[in-house]
């Protein structure tokens, strides 16, 4: 029985969607907000700019960069963490593929539309229970007024709920493909078979398709991903040891954290209120506090309350 490697993985992804263009193009056709009669019949890869490797930017390298039939550029990436500069260098780096389209001497009528499409396995809208963000220039006024040449598509990963989207039936089993087929699993939905691109993509995410070379790959990137977690939580740590939530009163903060002294209940509260902010799970604030599930849930009512 087959063995899988999580897709979302760099080497992975890259092998799925770098590689081979059917599968590509079945992804964007399915995910893309593209009009009708303009689906994508063909594309031809282009090649993807590197930035340095190490472990704070490691997560800035553009996936997948491909051309289509009609001249149109998409930039794909998969993003596994999130952090306010990811949305600036996205729109940075489809306006670059969107200039460098022309030469010196040729016009602008010229110029073909470039996609950005970001797979995210993190949330970054915490406003809204939408997982599908779709971004165009527009009229503030007039949504109907359009100036082409620029899309944005991210995708919320943690956030998909295939329920809610029962009419796009082929971008519903590539979004399961990401979440649901994980490193060491053996055994997949049948629904996720019933797309022939889709088998393929799963045969390529099997432990046996890959050397030990590529594995030790495989591990590294998953290692330079807990590197620029553990960096995030002590920027929040950090951040909270300098007061950034300070809009909790001080008796209640000390009413609510029963049992702890008055400063390390301040410390703690305020590292649990960021933490929520950001959407970290019970077993994540627990981790990070120390705290036990009770001592945390009472602090999460106190928040709560005063917010």
């Known amino acids: 029985m087959a063995r899988y490697l999580d897709p979302k993985n760099d080497l992975i992804f890259k092998r799925i969607f770098g590689e081979h263009p059917n599968l590509l193009k079945s992804f964007l056709n399915a995910l893309m907000p593209l009009k009708a009669g303009q689906q994508i019949e063909s594309l031809e890869y282009l090649p993807a700019e590197q930035v340095p490797d190490n472990p704070a930017k490691k997560n800035s390298i553009v996936d997948v960069r491909c051309i289509d039939n009609y001249g149109r550029q998409f930039i794909v990436e998969m993003q596994m963490l999130w952090n306010s500069s990811f ?9 670059k593929a969107y200039v460098r389209q022309l030469e010196k001497s040729q016009r602008y009528h010229l110029l073909q539309p470039v996609y950005a499409l970001a ?14 963000h779709h971004y165009r220039i527009v009229n503030d006024r007039n949504t109907e007024e359009v100036i082409e040449g620029l899309e944005f598509v991210l995708v919320e990963l943690p956030k998909f709920r295939a329920e809610t989207w029962t009419e796009r039936r082929l971008a519903v089993l590539w979004l399961r493909f990401l ?12 629904d996720l078979k019933s797309d022939a691109e889709i088998r393929q993509a799963l045969e390529l995410c099997e432990v046996g398709a890959y050397t030990n070379a590529e594995l030790a790959v495989y591990d ?3 290692d330079a991903i807990r590197v620029e977690n553990s960096l995030i939580y002590e920027g929040i740590i950090e951040g909270e040891a300098k007061g950034e939530a300070k809009g909790i009163a001080k008796g209640r903060a000390e009413g609510r954290a029963e049992g702890i002294a ?3 209940a301040k410390k703690l509260i305020n590292i649990v209120l960021n933490c929520k902010r950001n959407s970290f799970s019970i077993e994540q604030m627990q981790a990070i506090t120390g705290l036990g599930e009770e001592e945390l849930q009472e602090i999460l009512r106190s ?3 005063t917010l």
Do not use: C, H, M, P
């Open 87 to 95: 949305s600036n260098r996205l729109v940075f780096n489809a306006s």
């Open 119 to 132: 797979i995210l396995d993190s949330v970054f809208d915490k406003q809204t229970a939408e997982f599908y």
């Open 179 to 190: 979440r649901e087929v994980e490193e060491q699993q053996s055994v997949v939905s049948d």
């Open 220 to 222: 590294a990137y998953w």
């Open 262 to 264: 008055e400063g390390e």
């Open 303 to 305: 928040i709560e309350s």
